[in-house]
């Protein structure tokens, strides 16, 4: 989307200055919102054996927090336009630093899907979208760079905490790595109080502050009536283009999870050793890291631009085309290269899944797209990892799961480039058809204009007669009261002075 004008936000952002602090808070508060589920899958073996909890029941708690984290963006929007980020990021680190550490005291399985799963999910969400709020308060000229340095604390953070949390387990069990996981993510509070709110400078012409309270209050219930509209627009549904992309982005999102969440079990149950059953997760975000920069360039070039939507097609294949060839893996080698190349594909996804939604609905229906479209996922992404996760209960083996999400995504990929092929042709077959309906509206817009014009000539006109039938009747009254002639009246007006020298 265009930044909106300095006009529009009512000051000129800073682009600059203490908005790179917030940027710091943003990178911390992202980081932690986009790899803490991920990197929590190293503790599910110890939890498991601990809690005595099967593999889809422990793909629950990672699927919980992401359905949770995705489905509370609205809710967090509301908030955040209500009372400010800075609170709003707080209350997020602080709802994740006590579910993790309320989570180390956990006995059951459940327990650990209130806390981590719904608790944390929420806090998560609060910080995520507090933090992308406020970055869009400081910068408008810099605004994709702000961006794109908060955003790269996902896969920034993905690499640094899955070593860490390997190390944690090994020297304080799942219970302690929860307690400290917790304190380390009470750091978004520090994240959250450097979300300072612009000084917005006030015009000679700007109403009085309790005025505008006054204003603020009474619209309250309108604004979240117009954003719960916005956000469940259904005549999306009614777009071709939206419902193939929503139906090929739902099966990737399905099997996108699972294999990050078991990677870590997998290669041990290859018998790699625990710290390079870790390090994996950290080669694939290393590699995502680099690669979302890269494909925006090259998304963005001439070549690539008019056919985005079957690079985001290829971009899906090959990331189901990953998973299926790592059934063929039996050594840690190609298991590097499998995580290489999983986090190539998996970050060319996630570099073009809401650029491939604003090519088709344009910049100004896109918020109201992607509020639908991040409800919508939350369904596939909470059944997903324990579909994958109830696939090694039954057959016991791994392999059986990455096949399934692999399928899946392949599917999808497949979908989107067929569909994408015949929503492309029925356009062009359309296109005449709207061309002659838009050409048949604009003619009569133009004959209800003409119309309008006609009617207002003969009003102007009599407009324009008055003062001459005002200055005719007076006329007649001479006429009738003095006994002047018309033709004398109108020398009268012509020679003023004949007049006074007759009287």
């Known amino acids: 989307m265009a930044p909106a004008p300095a006009e529009e936000l009512g000051y000129k952002p800073l682009d600059g200055g203490w908005g790179w602090m917030v940027v ?8 932690f919102a986009y790899s803490t589920p991920k990197v929590l899958s190293i503790f599910f073996k110890e939890i498991q054996a601990d809690l005595g909890a099967s593999y889809s029941e422990i793909a629950w708690i990672s699927s919980i927090m992401l359905a949770v984290m995705y489905a509370g963006g609205p809710v967090s929007s509301v908030l955040v336009n209500r009372f400010g980020s800075r609170p709003i990021v707080i209350l997020g680190g602080l709802m994740c630093g006590v579910s993790m550490i309320t989570a180390s005291f956990g006995s059951s399985i459940v327990y650990l899907y209130l806390c981590i799963g719904i608790i944390g999910g929420c806090g998560l969400s609060l910080n995520l979208n507090a933090s992308l709020t406020m970055i869009s308060k400081y910068f408008l000229a810099k605004r994709p760079l702000a961006n794109g340095l908060a955003m790269a604390g996902s896969p920034v953070f993905l690499c640094v905490m899955a070593p860490v949390n390997q190390y944690l387990l090994h020297k304080f069990g799942w219970r302690g790595s929860l307690l400290i996981l917790g304190g380390l993510m009470f750091n978004c509070c520090v994240a959250g109080a450097l979300m300072r709110p612009v ?15 006054e204003e603020a209050n009474t619209t ?10 916005k956000f ?12 193939i992309y929503l139906i090929g982005n739902m099966l990737f999102i399905f099997g996108a999870y699972g294999p990050i ?6 290669a041990i149950s290859l018998g790699v050793e625990e710290y390079s059953a ?8 290393f590699v995502d890291m680099f690669v979302r920069p890269g494909t925006g360039l090259i998304a963005n070039s001439k070549w690539i631009r008019p056919r985005i939507q079957y690079f985001f097609s290829f971009a899906v294949v090959f990331n189901g085309t990953c998973h299926l060839l790592s059934t063929l893996i039996e050594t840690y080698p190609f298991l590097v290269a499998y ?13 073009l899944i809401f650029e491939c939604l604003m090519d088709l609905m344009g910049n100004q229906r ?7 479209v991040t409800i919508i996922e939350c369904f596939p992404m909470l059944l997903g990892p324990p579909a994958a996760g109830l696939l090694v209960d039954v057959f016991g083996d791994y392999k059986c799961l990455f096949f399934m999400c692999g399928s899946v995504i392949l599917t999808g990929g497949l979908f989107l480039f067929f569909m994408n092929i015949y929503n492309y042709y029925m356009l062009e077959k359309e296109k005449p058809a709207k061309d002659r309906e838009q050409n048949q509206t604009n003619v009569e817009n133009q004959d209800q204009v003409s119309e309008a014009e006609m009617k207002q000539i003969p009003e102007a006109a009599m407009e324009q007669t008055e003062p001459e039938a005002k200055v005719k009747n007076g006329a007649q009254s001479d006429l009738n009261g003095q006994s002047i002639t018309e033709e004398e009246a109108v020398i009268e007006r012509a020679n003023p002075q004949t007049t006074e020298n007759n009287v």
């Open 232 to 243: 469940l627009d259904l005549s999306f549904f009614k777009d071709r283009g939206f419902v």
């Open 278 to 285: 870790a390090y994996l997760l950290s080669i694939m975000g």
């Open 261 to 266: 969440v078991f990677l870590p079990a997998y």
């Open 24 to 31: 710091v808070g943003a990178h911390i508060s992202i980081g």
């Open 339 to 351: 995580a290489v190349f999983f986090g190539i594909s998996f970050g060319m996804v996630f570099a």
């Open 199 to 213: 000084a917005a400078s006030c015009k000679p012409s700007c109403s009085p502050q309790k005025k505008m309270e």
């Open 366 to 372: 896109f918020p109201s797209a992607v509020g639908l």
């Open 220 to 229: 309250l219930k309108d604004s979240c009536m117009n954003s719960a509209k």
